[in-house]
């Protein structure tokens, strides 16, 4: 841990300061769709990536809004800390900030869905519903909502899969109007949820570049690098 | 929080030895109900209540086996730990077990419900699927099984409302056949899920007691002495 601690301190300080003057939001972490007071649908997103990134972006120079759901590491210091629990929640906080951005990363697991109604009293088992349905509909698209602002932040997704990396991250860039998609295989051991380390594919319009596995923190200073790269090129 | 501190090994020291030569069995925490590879449906509860319990238990001298869903707490040392995941892992963890132990304690918030298919590729979206429904079975019922045993422990089960308290809790504690059930109102302040304190209101088939607003520490001690006491009792 003492050398995890000092290769973090070292790295901080290596960060040139490519984002400074830029105000950067991102979103970390999962949702929680509540079923009812007890019960609710979320996934296996730590945040450990996108804190990292709030991370370093603010060592990079940039001013840094963390919008975050329920995860259990501590904020980096001097980052703007927004709490959401739900998607619905998430999009709020999100839309009413992005306008001033230059940057929106959208790192957070956002449920795709949410139940259709929530019940106030919690859900009782009776004798005769041995099967049970839940209906559940689309959640709002934040990163898409964030893409299609008349004066979009330079947007940067995420996009998690268990098969056909490429094609379903490129998907995701041309459909949403991304600027930048970075990907990851979660089926693979030591990437993506809840683990330290991380391994990610980034692609744009007309090019890409493959990070290796190394730990959030690295990978973060990585990123930061290759936004502030990218953003240059898109100005040009 | 050294006060905290000083405050549980006090109370642990004070434990009288009720629980000398018994196995006690217990389970704490969530379950997690997987969707697909990175979705999952869950609940509030921390452990910390069962976590506490197991704690006690030991300090009052019985031979404790912790089942636990997955939480963010470290469990107390002596107690041998057993972790699992979904509520079909914690039945099988449990009932394989259960048979040898003097007491089991249900303190563990079990999903009733578990997705009907479990789908091995993340869930996509697509185009034409706005709205989507999960079809859900119910899950074994480790306590009401344990229970059912020919050589069943003193079962001692918990009851989460979020209304009608003593209604619920006394229907539990007579369909399932427990020997006594801790029941407490999730939706007031202070009390149950993530929480640190916590009131309970103990029934058994012929009385009750009500323990208020405590430390979950505290009243971990309380419920010991109660349990040791109630089954005490029952062998008369």
Known sequence: ELVDACSEVFS??????????KKLLITAGPTREELDPVRYITNHSSGKMGYALAEMA?????QVTLVS???NI???????????GSALDM??????????????????????YRPASRVDQKIKKTGDNDD??????RNPDILADVAA?????????FAAETRDLEHYARGKLKRKKLDMICANLVSIPGQGFNVDTNALDVFWKDGG??????SKQQLAVLLVELIAERMAVARQ
Do not use: T, W, Y
């Open 12 to 21: 901080k300080r290596e960060v040139a300061q490519v984002l400074a003057g």
């Open 58 to 62: 603010m060592a990079a120079g940039a």
């Open 69 to 71: 759901g329920p995860v």
């Open 74 to 84: 501590s904020a980096p210091k001097g980052v703007e800390l927004v709490r959401v």
């Open 91 to 112: 999009h709020q906080a999100v839309l009413s900030r992005a306008q001033s951005q230059d940057i929106f990363v959208a790192a957070a697991a956002v449920a795709d």
């Open 132 to 137: 049970m349905v839940i209906e559940l509909v």
């Open 149 to 157: 602002l008349a004066n979009k932040p330079f947007c940067v997704g």
């Open 209 to 214: 570049k493959s990070l290796s596995l190394a």
